[in-house]
């Protein structure tokens, strides 16, 4: 048995088909994915991310901490409540896990990391704090709703007093703010608009109840899958591991080398990366035959061989897509070895589907 | 637990076969089958014409999840491929048993194995833990 998050009895009354993920018992979906998926696209949906793990950390050095740790620079976080998503490196510059970093006070920062992952970055983390004299504290208090989709930020204020939902509509895209007992974040993995909402663990049944009255459909691991594929985000595990650096993992916009003087954890290592020029290169796959892209298909373009990194069926798309890790060079088509057969796929530059619309021609 | 309709035989590895009147037999996959597999969004099936040994991969169910291979209980020549599965691979999860039909034969000998009759079949999901 895995672990469970507050909401995992909700999830049974529910219906819901339940798997193993990072070693927590999550609904993979309830009725039908793919519905779940156009859910989201076309109105909202709200899923259990309270797996994921947040930490807290103070202190007075706390931002000089993280603009050592991480490789994208909380330096350019100015305002309170804003946000932005880094790699955070080892020293060979491979990833260590992918991360939102909020900026709360001068003193107070905030992460969210994945599942997965947890005790190797808390690990790593509390490890290099002391050396900035930064406090680390695990919010295992908290669970966390991802409510998406166009209705969504218009269906989640109405659960709040009337006093603070003019706050949290005004919230712009990648900031947050604490509002009553929550904390409410713009941000999310399925390419829509919405909120990332951390709440207290034992209040987290009501409001998941109140969106379901207001049409919010409950969505699963399943659904959130071919949500950020579609919007070409990465997976931690699928599509970088500490094998590989940011360069070749489509991440290269994450890594802030400058200011050239910020000392950060991997910049060495990638900073020969930068001198020699990546080997490899994360580009997307559309399949032009019928067929799933999977992970670890063979992929082969002229004069060399990749691999796929994450697949799947795009239910907006009626397609299958996918991400691959592929030598550098400019690509256009490629050959997949799916079950034997080489079959066709043309490259695309991610994102596939951004407002609910493809964005292939 | 799914059901298993009493009027048609199953295989071990959840096929089910339907006698028709004029002769040839209908397979599918159970309901069971596609309730594991999940949202089906592709189907292969054969062609008319394509001779199948018993025990051949004879179709190809594909999900998000995974791409499972079907195999023919019974010998015998291809008269059908569900046509409507090209483009509803979906009807199989609806329907598995009736429109989701996969293909009908005319048998040319016996089984590969014993069939399963439904009460057999509906066992061994209690015992797979159904």
Known sequence: MGRHTPLYDLHKSQGARLVDFGGW?????????????????RAAGVFDVSHMCVIDLTGARTREFLQWLLANDVGKL??????????????????????IVYFLSASDFRLVVNAGTRDKDLAWIRRHAQ??????????????????????????????????RERALALPVFGGAAVADWFIARTGYTGEDGFEIMLPGEKAVEPWLALNSLGVVSCGLGARDTLRLEAGMN????????????FESGLGWTVALEPAERRFSGRE??????????????????????GVLRSHQKVIVAGGTGEVTSGTFSPTLERSIGLARIPSGSVTRVEVDIRSKLL?????????????????? | MSQAPADLTYTKSHEWVRKLKDGTVEIGITDHAQHELGDLVFAEVPEKGRVLAAGEACAVVESVKAASDVYCPIAGEVTAGNPDLASAPELINQDAFGRGWLLRLRPAGAPAGALLSAAEYEELLRAEGS
């Open chain 1, 235 to 246: 997976l931690y595990g699928n599509d970088m591991d500490e094998s590989t650096h940011p």
């Open chain 1, 25 to 41: 018992d999550m609904p993979v979906q309830y009725a039908s994915q793919i519905e779940e998926h156009h859910a989201v696209r």
């Open chain 1, 131 to 164: 050396d900035f004299g930064v406090e680390v504290r695990e919010r295992v208090d908290l669970a966390m709703l991802a409510v998406q989709g166009p209705q969504a930020r218009q269906a989640s204020v109405t659960l709040l007093a009337a006093s603070d």
């Open chain 1, 78 to 99: 100015t305002r309170p409540g804003k946000a932005l998503y880094s790699c955070m490196l080892n020293e060979a510059g491979g990833v260590i896990d992918d991360l």
């Open chain 1, 269 to 290: 290592a990638l900073e020969r990366v930068v001198a020699a020029g990546s080997a490899r290169q994360l580009v997307g796959l559309l399949l032009e035959d019928r």
């Open chain 1, 344 to 361: 066709a796929a043309r490259t695309v530059k991610p994102p596939f589907v951004r407002a609910g619309k493809s964005l292939l021609s």
